[in-house]
């Protein structure tokens, strides 16, 4: 489980859409800095310090691989912010059942009951 200051880190990085981008480029395997930047029309310093705040949450891994820096995907914590979101899940459903009987409620007996 995810302590608070985990928990925080990982939230503020995923909370920019460049950084959700590149996680999900990375979802499909390694890629190098280079790679990663590929899409995005920014600098390759501007990417690198995106980079470096989905590492300092521990959602990326940079390895050394002669000259090159490939990085790696970090589930762990992505794996431990859905077990923190779960524990409301029931929350979720019980209100999305009270407005599905509003709604129904709201629109009346149908042919269909």
Request: aromatic fraction near 6%; charge should be neutral; hydrophobic fraction near 40%.
């Amino acid at each position: 489980m995810l302590n608070t200051t985990e928990l925080n880190n990982t939230f503020a990085a995923l909370s920019n859409p460049t950084r959700r981008a590149i996680l999900a480029h990375l979802a499909n395997g390694d890629a190098t800095v280079n790679e990663l930047a590929a899409p995005f029309n920014m600098s390759l310093p501007a990417v690198s310090k995106h980079i470096k705040v989905l590492e300092r949450a521990g959602l990326i891994n940079q390895g050394q691989e002669a000259q090159y820096r490939p990085c790696t995907l970090n589930t762990m914590p992505l794996e431990a912010l859905a077990s923190w979101t779960e524990q409301y899940r029931h929350i979720w459903e019980a209100r999305f059942d009270r407005l599905d009987t509003c709604l129904k409620q709201l629109k009346g007996p149908t042919n269909e009951e």
